[in-house]
């Protein structure tokens, strides 16, 4: 089954330092990897995302992310954090060239301190 | 100015009432989701559809029901059948199933009373 994983509820951080948040995924097939970030009560933005190319891919907000496929790995990094970064964040990924769904993992709440 | 609005943005129900949540995109996208999101679960696909008039079920549809006579519009019903309703309810589109990314709503907050 398709599934994705992200291994902290919670990740803590100071302002100024950077910022990693983890998602790993587990399907049979070609993966496309996504981002997204939600504030409190509102929907989810999207960040980022990852089809083919590039093993780093850069997105919104000073955002990026690493695939590794012998990892199975898809990490959202920031240089530096900034206190406006705190919310929830999802990692996302279907198989590519499938018609299925996106499948999100449960979310990592980030809370950037000043 | 495109985007995609759902309403209400907060919504109380009686045991026992059906309820209709909107959810309207000018996006001109032609796949339209409804997800459930229940605090530390992530998102949960209730149903999705790619085209006009076709829906399918997704991992939760037990006590849901949608329709997709315009392009624009998925509205989801949640039935006296579902037996925990209180949740947050987000729409999403996107260009196609598949390598498109998902645009959301800004969620509909449902509590039943």
């Known amino acids: 089954a398709q599934s994705v994983a992200q291994p902290e509820d919670q990740v803590n951080v100071a302002e100024g330092n950077p910022l990693t948040v983890k998602c790993t995924y587990s399907?049979?097939?070609?993966?496309?990897l996504f981002w997204y970030v939600q504030y409190p009560n509102r929907g989810l933005q999207f960040l980022l995302k990852y089809i083919t190319g590039d093993n780093l891919v850069k997105g919104s907000y000073g955002f990026e992310a690493e695939f590794n496929k012998s990892q199975t790995s898809f990490h959202l990094k920031k240089p530096s954090a900034l206190v406006s970064d705190s919310a929830l964040y999802f990692c996302a990924v279907i198989v590519g060239g499938s018609q299925g769904n996106l499948i999100f993992g449960k979310g990592t709440k980030l809370s950037v301190k000043p | 100015d495109g985007g995609i609005t759902q309403s209400p943005k907060y919504l109380f129900r009686k045991e026992g009432q059906n309820v209709t949540l909107s959810c309207e995109q000018n996006?001109?996208?032609?796949?339209m989701y409804w997800y459930r999101q229940d605090p530390g679960q992530g998102l949960r696909l209730i149903y999705y559809?790619?085209?006009?008039?076709?829906?399918q079920k997704g991992d939760i549809a037990e006590g849901y029901s949608v329709s997709r006579e315009k392009k624009e519009s998925f509205p989801l019903t949640v039935t006296s059948a579902q037996k925990n309703p209180t949740a947050f309810y987000l729409c999403?589109?996107?260009?196609?199933?598949?390598?498109?990314?998902?645009?959301f709503g800004q969620g509909t907050r449902l509590t039943v009373v």
């Open positions: 996006l001109n996208h032609d796949a």
């Open positions: 399907v049979s097939g070609n993966p496309y």
């Open positions: 559809s790619q085209i006009v008039n076709d829906f």
């Open positions: 999403a589109s996107s260009m196609g199933v598949g390598i498109a990314e998902a645009f």
